[in-house]
């Protein structure tokens, strides 16, 4: 199902997305440096916001009647939130900061950590790693690791 922006909305049978004012108020503001995808899923919609400046950082979440998880990172990034109001206002921020080019991330062998600075000056980190069971991170890793300092959508 398609609103009037041309977005899927979810449907119907879907439960309330608290979330879906925060992604439409995206669509509107960033169409012209960003696409903004809202689909429904298994009991909630999924968001994705990829922008137009490749040097900017893409982001989506899920929002499902209990939970909402963000992703920012390639495996770093994913921030498991639950849905009450400060969830939600954490998840509105977040994402306002990586619009605004206020995240790096830092990438070593089968891991990366994300590393957002929110508008009040607080810094939202998290830490994500894909390798084999039983691998351990070198040390210091997050030092001497190739980052990389995300640019603003506009």
Known sequence: MSDGHGLDEPGTDQPSATTLRI?????QELAA???V???DCKGGISVSVTPRNPRARAFGWAEFSDQLILQVGDYGGRWELGAGPE????LEDITRSVIAGRVR????PGRSA???LLADGAV???IGVEAPAGCLPLPFWRRW???IQYAPYR
């Open 23 to 27: 992604a439409r108020q995206l669509a």
């Open 33 to 35: 440096v960003a696409t």
């Open 37 to 39: 995808e809202i689909d």
């Open 87 to 90: 969830d939600v206002a954490l």
């Open 105 to 108: 991330e830092v990438f070593a």
């Open 114 to 116: 994300i590393s957002v």
């Open 124 to 126: 939202e980190t998290e």
């Open 145 to 147: 690791s190739r980052s």
